[in-house]
């Protein structure tokens, strides 16, 4: 197993930063790659950023690229969302997710371990 747990979220107004960071801790030999998804209200969960156990390769969805940032300083330390120029379109849960190399990055489907989640709200 694989425990993920997230923190720094909070309420920013439009055009501010905020930095999310993901531990890991357990078995995560088996890990390689590490990905942040989000889910609005009503909304379907979707994929924001992901970035492989070595933080060599990274990938973005288009609605953020350019504006958030995804990384890690070394394998097995916390991965971070830099996020910059904040939208109100960008409140959400966000939550950590790590799974090998299986699937689609882009799919929930393709992660094994979750995070609890943490609240990012965007005022205008």
């Known amino acids: 197993q694989v425990q993920l747990v997230e923190s720094g979220g909070g309420l920013v107004q439009a055009g501010g930063s905020l930095r999310l960071s993901c531990a890991a801790s357990?078995?995560?030999?088996?890990?390689?790659?590490m990905a942040w998804f989000r889910q609005a209200p009503g909304k379907e969960r979707e994929f924001v950023a992901a970035?492989?156990?070595?933080?060599?390769?990274?990938l973005y969805a288009d609605s953020v690229k350019g504006r958030f940032t995804i990384s890690r300083d070394k394998a097995s330390k916390p991965v971070y969302l830099q996020m910059n120029s904040l939208k109100p379109e960008d409140t959400a849960v966000y939550s950590c997710?790590?799974?090998?190399?299986?699937?689609?990055?882009?799919?929930?489907?393709?992660?094994?371990?979750w995070g609890q989640g943490t609240q990012v709200t965007v005022s205008s």
């Open positions: 997710a790590a799974g090998g190399f299986r699937g689609s990055w882009y799919y929930t489907s393709s992660y094994d371990y």
């Open positions: 970035i492989t156990w070595s933080g060599g390769s990274t």
């Open positions: 357990g078995r995560t030999l088996s890990t390689e790659r």
